[in-house]
């Protein structure tokens, strides 16, 4: 598959999805390990409608592909979704569909570098998710990365004979630190400075 590296971390980079990966996506989103963590559990996906949906996604949203370093091998994506330019905001969803990747730090850092992407080349104020109250994994993602909890919707959703709150958070603009576009603009304006070569536009 053939990846680009759009924002750099660590363990992962983001790049813009590739359908050559359709295949993955398809076999992730009908595993009911996963889906209990997401609200397409209930739906029935085959490769064709995960295609559309895919599609769907990178035409009405910024959605990135998770990329592991060492490999390049697509392991999940995440998004911000619904924008709102008169408003600056969003909302942001994230999955690892790789499971040999879990509890292994990748979706908090692709997590901390779609918030930079958000925050600081889309301009956005503020970002908020929605998380079932059960997905401990992911709640301690979003709290280690700056999320604070700002609501509950209770008893929202029934799933293996019993009710769950959906919790809400968000992060906004001033509470976030850049772990990348930041430091790349004030090295790339720093160079540019050394060499009498800014320029504008």
Same mark, same amino acid.
């Given at each position: 598959?053939? =990846? =680009?590296?759009? #924002?750099?971390?660590?363990?992962? /980079? #983001?790049?813009?999805?590739? %359908?050559?990966?359709?295949? !993955?996506?398809?076999?992730?989103?009908?595993?009911?390990?996963?889906?209990?963590?997401?609200?397409?559990?209930?739906?029935?996906?085959? %490769?064709?409608?995960?295609?559309?949906?895919? *599609? *769907?996604?990178?035409?009405?949203?910024?959605?990135?592909? @998770?990329?592991?370093?060492? @490999?390049?091998?697509?392991?999940?994506?995440?998004? #911000?979704?619904?924008?709102?330019?008169?408003?600056?905001?969003?909302?942001?969803?994230?999955?690892?569909?790789?499971?040999?990747?879990?509890? !292994?730090?990748?979706?908090?850092?692709?997590?901390?570098?779609? #918030?930079? /992407?958000?925050?600081?080349?889309?301009? %956005?104020?503020?970002?908020?998710?929605?998380?079932?109250?059960?997905?401990?994994?992911?709640?301690?993602?979003?709290?280690?990365?700056?999320?604070?909890?700002?609501?509950?919707?209770?008893? /929202?959703?029934? @799933?293996?004979?019993?009710?769950?709150?959906?919790?809400? =958070?968000?992060?906004?603009? $001033?509470?976030?630190?850049?772990? =990348?576009?930041? *430091?790349?603009?004030?090295?790339?304006?720093? $160079?540019?400075?050394?060499?009498?070569? @800014?320029?504008?536009?």
């Amino acid at each position: 598959m053939k =990846y =680009y590296k759009k #924002l750099i971390g660590e363990k992962c /980079y #983001l790049s813009p999805i590739s %359908l050559d990966d359709v295949e !993955r996506y398809t076999e992730w989103v009908n595993d009911m390990e996963m889906g209990l963590f997401m609200p397409f559990s209930k739906v029935i996906i085959d %490769l064709d409608k995960e295609r559309e949906s895919l *599609q *769907q996604l990178m035409k009405e949203s910024f959605t990135f592909a @998770i990329v592991e370093r060492e @490999i390049n091998k697509a392991v999940g994506n995440c998004s #911000l979704m619904g924008i709102s330019s008169v408003h600056r905001h969003s909302w942001f969803g994230i999955f690892i569909g790789d499971k040999t990747y879990w509890n !292994r730090g990748i979706g908090t850092e692709a997590t901390n570098l779609i #918030l930079d /992407y958000g925050f600081n080349v889309l301009n %956005l104020n503020n970002i908020s998710l929605e998380v079932f109250d059960f997905n401990k994994r992911a709640i301690r993602c979003y709290e280690k990365v700056g999320f604070t909890k700002v609501g509950v919707r209770r008893k /929202y959703v029934y @799933i293996a004979g019993k009710y769950h709150d959906v919790v809400i =958070y968000d992060i906004l603009a $001033e509470e976030f630190e850049s772990p =990348y576009v930041n *430091q790349i603009f004030e090295r790339s304006t720093s $160079e540019e400075a050394g060499r009498g070569k @800014i320029t504008f536009g």
